[in-house]
């Protein structure tokens, strides 16, 4: 691992959040800071990960986004109702097919599957909004119709 000097993470180009000022302010005098004080730093996580991932060699990317994936495949995918795409993680954790092509099918089948449950979702939206909407209705009307059977009541006492 390495470490980053504040012209370092600069030529990184951050997001707009860290003009140069910051990043001194962040080093605080120090030349360069490592992953143990990038972690430490008072800033979002986020933005922490993003500059110890820049302190990593190419090595130990790879074992960071093997694991980081590893972990998102096994808490998300494993177990998430979707046939397809469960297949695919065991596949996946197994080490079996960690191929491009084998995420992207199961991506797509993750999306399908997302689609038709918004689309479930929306129809469900829809039916609880029609009957909210048909409750208040029958509730309005209920009144309504109360309403007119006092008035009648009075017509027929002459009131």
Known sequence: ????????????????????????????DRKMLGVDEISRLRIPA??????CIHCLNKRERQ????????RAVEKWALKCGIPELEMWA????????????????????????????????????????ARSA???????EGAEHSWQLKLLRKMAAGK
């Open 134 to 140: 048909w409750s208040a209705w029958s509730a309005a």
């Open 63 to 70: 074992v960071f986004a093997d694991a980081v994936a590893d």
């Open 1 to 28: 691992m390495k470490t980053l000097t504040v012209n370092q993470l600069m030529k990184l180009n951050p997001c707009e959040d860290y003009p140069r000022e910051r990043v001194e302010k962040l080093w605080r």
């Open 90 to 129: 065991a596949a996946w954790l197994s080490g079996e097919d960690r191929s491009e092509s084998a995420a992207e099918s199961a991506a797509r089948s993750a999306r399908s599957a997302w689609g038709a449950a918004r689309s479930a979702r929306s129809a469900w939206s829809a039916w609880s909004a």
């Open 46 to 51: 986020d933005d922490r990960v993003w500059a």
